[in-house]
């Protein structure tokens, strides 16, 4: 019983295209996030919603548009890929901020 | 200077050591005090918090705080080869719905039979 899935889980496109990836959580959580984790394993916060509202927009270009249709969903699509988009996608959740239960991943290849 | 200063190691050492993993961090505001473990091609799964200064001890497993120091640090007793993974310590900041949390780059940890 999956808590937060992700799909799909590997994502290989070129660049200029326009992808979407999609979250689901099931616990019930009022908070979710979207976190970019680069070739160095660097995680970083993306944005944060909250019962379908964005609270956090790190300075995240524009190409990028969350959307959360529910509070159990956060979806991401990306406009325009570029090379440097290529990383690993993880989604989150949470009822307090500092409990995060992160999905599985979306490995992004942008060629 | 970076948030969050995490070595990324490599970490290697012998099934049953005892294995000690650090962060420094610059900003006073921090309150909670992450240790997240990353398997390989997996998500990060929360391994323990604490607030404040202070420790806890969650089996094999013990959070250390020093907020006068900026230092908080993670210890595995009797590391097995399944505590092989990357480790990243994480700061939460901010309060009033705008919290986030900011992470250390991670120390890949092997644990070897």
């Known amino acids: 019983d999956t808590a937060v899935s992700q799909t799909p889980k590997y994502l290989v496109t070129q660049m200029g295209n326009d992808k979407s990836i999609k979250c689901e959580q099931n616990l019930g959580h009022d908070t979710m996030y979207w976190y970019k984790q680069d070739s160095k394993k660097f995680l970083k916060i993306m944005f944060s919603?909250?019962?379908?509202?964005?609270?956090i927009n790190e300075t995240v270009p524009n190409r990028f548009s969350p959307k959360s249709p529910d509070k159990a969903h956060l979806n991401l699509h990306i406009n325009s890929l570029e090379l440097g988009d290529s990383a690993v996608y993880f989604c989150a959740s949470s009822q307090t901020s500092y409990e995060q239960y992160f999905g599985p991943g979306t490995r992004l290849t942008v060629t | 200077q970076k948030e969050v200063e995490q070595d990324p190691g490599p970490l290697s050492v012998p099934e049953g050591a005892i294995v000690s993993l650090n962060c420094t961090y610059s900003?006073?505001?921090?309150?909670?005090f992450m240790w997240y473990r990353q398997y390989s091609r997996k998500g990060p799964e929360l391994l323990m918090y604490?607030?404040?200064?202070g420790n806890k001890e969650d089996g094999r497993f013990t959070a250390q705080v020093d907020k006068s120091s900026k230092y908080i640090s993670l210890f595995i007793r009797d590391s097995q080869p399944s505590d092989s993974a990357t480790y990243l310590c994480a700061m939460h900041l901010g309060q009033g719905g705008s919290e986030k949390l900011v992470f250390g780059k991670g120390t890949k940890l092997t644990v070897n039979p």
């Open positions: 604490t607030y404040s200064s």
């Open positions: 900003n006073s505001a921090f309150q909670y």
């Open positions: 919603y909250n019962n379908k509202e964005l609270i």
